[in-house]
């Protein structure tokens, strides 16, 4: 063999050897690709995994969610915050106004809810704001029952303090005779101004024009319509409840009769001077428990003569 075919064959060889090499380098350099390629994305979804800020499309959805959720929990706690201060002023203006003048207590609250029950239902890992509205939710829905039942024991107090200030007797059982009143004889002891001697006088006198209509001061039923030609000659009695009752002695004529219920002001018959009298007048009386009182002390004086009239009136229209 010749040198120069020697060479030749070497410079194939080589010639080969360096295309078998840059096939192999092709290939790795396209391995490497791959292989950055790989990593590049295993990377990519390393860092959407484990990085907090990075938002794939359902997460941002989610985010998006919770923070609709999270405004509809401040929306309903600022509600929470209107109906607690609501149902305050209500608590303040029954304990400390109606219960106050009604001489009860203020109402206790409630014994409040505790977080207890919800923890023991659903775990520890309840979310707090939740648990939060939970227990609010549960400490005003039992401070508004309780309220409830005391705004209906005041409700009934109102009543009763009503019906007693319809029925006590508080007006004078005539009108004024020119602007005032002439009482002739007061309640208590006195010299008695038919027989002499010591007396006592269960009553007042209130004299008046024989005629003048008489009026009975609270509301009541009568009791005693009589007339006699001794005693108190002409008389009404009326039962007003709560241990209250009037006597109206010596009317000339009774507009009443026995068991009829009267309203303050109605007309029960008219001054006169029947019975043991010296002239005309009314003799009125007001027994509380059976005990005699001084009437001076159940009749608003300060009453005008129009104040009056407004309750003749207002009484006569209702019917
Ligand atoms: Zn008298």
Known sequence: MGKGKIIGRIREFIKAELNELSREAILLRSGIVLAVSVLVAVAFVLYSVLNPKFEMPKTAALRAENSRWKTRMEMLGYKLDQCEEMLQAVEDRNNWVYREM??????????????????????????PDLLETLVRIDNLSARVVSQSKALDQSALFARRVEA????????????????????????????????????????????AKSGTPVYATGEGTVTIA????????????????YGYKTRYAHLKDIAVERGQHVRRGDLV???????????????????????????????????????????????????
């Open 102 to 127: 009604f001489g009860l207590g203020a109402v206790n609250d409630p014994v409040p809810v505790t977080e207890i029950k919800y923890i023991a239902r659903y775990g520890e890992n309840l979310d």
């Open 269 to 319: 018959g008219r001054v006169g001077r029947t019975g043991k009298a010296t002239g005309p007048h009314l003799h009125y009386e007001v027994s509380q428990k059976g005990r005699q009182v001084n009437p001076m002390n159940f009749m608003d004086f300060s009453m005008s003569i129009e104040d009056y009239r407004e309750i003749l009136s207002a009484h006569r229209t209702e019917k």
């Open 226 to 241: 009589e007339r006699q030609r001794s005693g108190y000659g002409n008389m009404v009695m009326i039962d007003h409840g």
């Open 164 to 207: 007693l200030a319809t029925s006590i007797p508080s007006i004078p059982p005539v009108l004024p005779r020119k602007g005032s009143y002439h009482i002739s004889s007061f309640f208590g002891s006195r010299e008695d101004p038919v027989y002499g001697g010591r007396s006592f006088h269960r009553g007042i006198d209130i004299s």
